[in-house]
């Protein structure tokens, strides 16, 4: 099965509102990445989490890996949020490379 | 920040033909990785590597190879390419201890018709 399972798989939010992304993970992962994917398909590094919580302007994303998830919570939305949300992460096995969830299509409305 | 560099940004291709993607990175990272990411599965794996002339396989290698020159370059070859190879490809790299931060280049597109 899928070893990171990201929730919900869309989202739409009010400008000025706030939720928040989560994925969860079937075996122990090292760290935990967040990316956003904009129009045109580059990949944004959000947050690299090896465990805690981490805070960038409206974003804040903490990684639990004792209890095996992740969330990215997003506050204030605005306009500019609007985009796809990946998390993805790297098992003790497999060469450090990123397995990542499915992603979270976030829209955000005036 | 960290540094790779993709190329071309775009590629059409037929079916049957030979294509090769390049990735760089400057950032002496000893891990680069090739994933494809299509519709409504993310990114996949394809093929990594920890070294110049080292090559592992990835969760969807079939069809393709790859090679790792250097250091810093690691090429991913289509050598028969065929229309279910239409993708977004992304390369990336990490480095060897402590931080394991992955960095991606901004992706090829490629289409085979």
């Known amino acids: 099965g899928d070893q990171v399972e990201q929730s919900p798989s869309a989202l739409s939010l009010h400008e000025g509102t706030g939720s928040a992304l989560r994925c969860n993970f079937t075996?122990?992962?090292?760290?935990v990445q967040w990316f956003q994917q904009n129009s045109r398909g580059s990949l944004i590094n959000l947050f690299y989490?090896?465990?805690g919580t981490k805070e960038n302007g409206r974003l804040k994303s903490t990684f639990n890996s004792k209890e095996s998830y992740s969330t990215l919570h997003i506050r204030d939305a605005q306009l500019e949020d609007s985009g796809t949300y990946f998390c993805?992460?790297?098992?003790?096995?497999?060469?450090?490379?990123?397995?990542f969830g499915t992603g979270t299509t976030v829209s955000v409305s005036p | 920040e960290a540094a790779v560099t993709q190329s071309p940004r775009n590629k059409v291709t037929v079916t049957g033909g030979n294509v090769t993607l390049s990735c760089r990175q400057t950032?002496?990272?000893?891990?680069m990785y090739w994933y494809r990411q299509d519709t409504g599965h993310g990114l996949r794996l394809i093929h990594y590597?920890?070294?110049?002339?080292?090559?592992q396989i990835g969760d969807v290698p079939d069809g393709y190879k790859a090679t790792r020159t250097t250091q810093e370059d690691f090429f991913l070859l289509l050598e028969l390419a065929s229309p279910s190879q239409t993708s977004l490809y992304f390369c990336?790299?990490?480095?060897?201890?402590?931080?394991?931060?992955?960095?991606f280049g901004k992706g090829t597109r490629l289409t085979v018709v």
């Open positions: 990336a790299s990490s480095g060897r201890e402590g931080n394991t931060e992955v960095f």
């Open positions: 075996t122990t992962m090292r760290a």
């Open positions: 950032n002496s990272h000893n891990y």
């Open positions: 993805a992460a790297s098992a003790y096995q497999g060469g450090r490379a990123l397995i």
């Open positions: 590597s920890y070294g110049a002339g080292n090559l």
């Open positions: 989490l090896a465990s």
